[in-house]
């Protein structure tokens, strides 16, 4: 009867410490589930000159969506495929034997983002299409095995006058694009599509004159502020961060 008891009271105590750390486990992961809430959603665009005049660290002040945080990265070729690496293993850093790394090393580490956009330039086409793709799905296949959110973003157009300065340019430029709106839709991934918030009306679907800087590639205050609506529209149609059911209408970028 003794060992009997002894037994009994020792399958109550267990159940009892069981519940007890459960309730604690659970707890903790509320707590968690809330912190976790609470911060923005990072986004980073990895591109070349458009993104880097776009001023994405402004852009959720601009947009009125302090739910979100976002930033460029630019890589002066097609190949993007440092640039990910480094995004990639956020928040560490990749060591380089220069004074600006062992500067960065007394800030802040590099925010790991929720979402990654992947952008291309104009200034690369025409070009090896068929490489570019490869790319493209290699890209996207290794950032989504990290669990990475992507978005596929279509290459803006050029004007007219600088389609004539380089001929075949625009012509590849809009395959390229309809290619990453069918890769997109084969992937299930959103798309920034840059090239529809800027193009003309027209079958040609040359940048607008309107958001031109100049130069027929680069793009005005006037363009990027369409882009910052562009932007707002479709993350909040993927994650509805704190300001996304505001209908304030985003702020013009600043030059």
């Known amino acids: 009867m003794r060992r009997r008891a002894v037994l009994i009271i020792s399958v109550i105590v267990t159940a009892a410490v069981v519940i007890v750390a459960a309730v604690t486990v659970k707890s903790r992961s509320a707590r968690a589930k809330v912190s976790t809430g609470s911060k923005p959603i990072h986004v980073v665009l990895i591109g070349a000159s458009i993104g880097q005049g776009w001023q994405l660290t402004a852009w959720a002040t601009r947009a009125g969506i302090p739910g979100y945080t976002a930033e460029a990265i630019a ?15 956020r ?3 990749k060591f380089r034997p220069t004074r600006t790394y062992l ?3 007394f800030q802040p580490r590099p925010t790991r983002p929720d979402i990654l956009i992947l952008k291309e330039c104009s200034s690369y086409f025409p ?3 068929e490489g570019y793709k490869a790319s493209i799905q ?3 296949k290794r950032a989504r095995a990290d669990n990475f959110k992507v978005i596929l973003a279509t290459v803006v157009p050029v004007t007219k006058s600088r389609s004539a300065q380089v001929p075949g340019k625009q012509e590849q430029l809009l395959e390229y694009n309809r290619w990453i709106r069918q890769y997109a839709r084969e992937q299930g991934l959103p798309v920034l599509d840059l090239e529809a918030a800027l193009r003309e009306n027209t079958e040609a679907a040359y940048l607008r004159d309107e958001y031109n800087s100049g130069d027929g ?3 005005n205050a006037g363009a990027y502020a369409v882009l910052d609506g562009t932007l707002r529209t479709l993350l909040c149609g993927m994650v509805l961060a704190q300001g996304c059911d505001s209908r304030a209408e985003p702020a013009a970028a600043s030059n």
């Open 138 to 140: 290699r890209w996207t």
């Open 91 to 93: 928040p560490a850093r």
């Open 217 to 219: 590639t680069h793009l």
């Open 75 to 89: 890589a002066w070729q097609f190949d993007k495929t440092e640039a990910l690496d480094e995004v990639l293993m």
């Open 103 to 105: 500067r960065s090393l």
């Open 127 to 129: 070009g090896g299409l």
